[in-house]
């Protein structure tokens, strides 16, 4: 009687252990909705961006008859961010006006393992240091893959960046 209990008792938590376990479609599931997830955040930003540039209006400055006429150039800089606070450039050459950057990290080290990868990739990365505070964290290193004096050249070279750091963005240092 007490083997047909050991037995009986085995079979059950066989069947308890193995119906519990999480299966591999599970993971493949979740895995899937966040890449639809991830896509759709992507198609809507793209969707934005392409709106706006259909958005833009160029000024017109109407002709009068004297000679001398001056007109107001303004640059948009909806799509760039400013860091608000001081910048110090940690390593590498010196920044331009606009920049692209590809990572922001708390500890330098990461910082700078990053820019090698960049420098071996054949950008002309380099690491700055911000006093700006985040999420309660002061003094961010912020990777930056290559800088421009004009946008359209940094507009570039975030695109051509984005396939590899998604969330690359523009840098508008006054």
Not at 118 to 134: M, P, S
């Amino acid at each position: 009687m007490k083997k047909n209990f050991v037995i009986a008792l085995g079979l059950c938590s066989v069947v308890l252990f193995t119906g519990c376990k999480s299966r591999e479609s599970a993971y493949r599931q979740a895995w899937e909705q966040a890449m639809a997830q991830d896509k759709t955040q992507q198609n809507e930003q793209q969707v934005t961006t392409e709106e706006t540039a259909a958005n833009e209006v160029t000024p017109v400055t109407p002709t009068t008859p004297t000679n001398t006429t001056t007109t107001t150039i303004t640059t948009d800089h909806s799509d760039v961010r400013e860091i608000n606070g001081n910048m110090s450039v940690v390593s590498g050459n010196p920044l331009k006006t606009y920049s692209v950057v590809v990572g922001s990290f708390v500890t330098q080290a990461n910082a700078e393992g990053l820019r090698n990868r960049l420098q071996q990739d054949g950008y002309d990365a380099r690491v700055i240091k911000t006093d700006e505070q985040i999420k309660g964290v002061t003094g961010w290193f912020r990777v930056i893959a290559s800088s421009y004096d004009d946008k359209a050249s940094a507009v570039q070279s975030r695109k051509s960046l984005s396939g590899k750091y998604a969330g690359a963005w523009l840098l508008y240092r006054k």
